[in-house]
Nanobody, 115 residues
């Protein structure tokens, strides 16, 4: 069982920045494939950014150049640096962990971009 917990959400003005963190338990964190998903009201959950166990990132086209995903294996933590935020980035952001054929989710953290 992997316990996943997100933090760092909040309210920010358009053009602002936020950094999300995701802590995942376990002794094999460096083997986890991880990702950030988001779900806006009335929309399906979508993958925003993913990072492999060796640190290779991939991004949703809409966030390329604005968001940066990273991981610190020593701290069992993944991050999402979000810059130049837009109102359409407003959503609940979820952390996803994949390992040994299983998937684990956090409860999500709300990001609101509004003036």
């Amino acid at each position: 069982q992997v316990h996943v917990a997100e933090s760092g959400g909040g309210r920010v003005q358009p053009g602002g920045s936020l950094k999300l963190s995701c802590f995942a338990s376990g002794s094999v964190f460096n083997s986890y494939t991880m990702g950030w998903y988001r779900q806006a009201p009335g929309k399906q959950r979508e993958l925003v950014a993913g990072i492999t166990s060796i640190g290779s990132p991939n991004y949703l086209d809409d966030v390329k150049g604005r968001f940066t995903i990273s991981r610190d294996n020593a701290k069992n933590t993944m991050y999402l640096q979000m810059n130049s935020l837009k109102p359409e980035d407003t959503a609940v952001y979820y952390c996803n962990v994949g390992v040994y054929g299983m998937e684990y989710w956090g409860r999500g953290t709300l990001v609101t971009v509004s003036s």
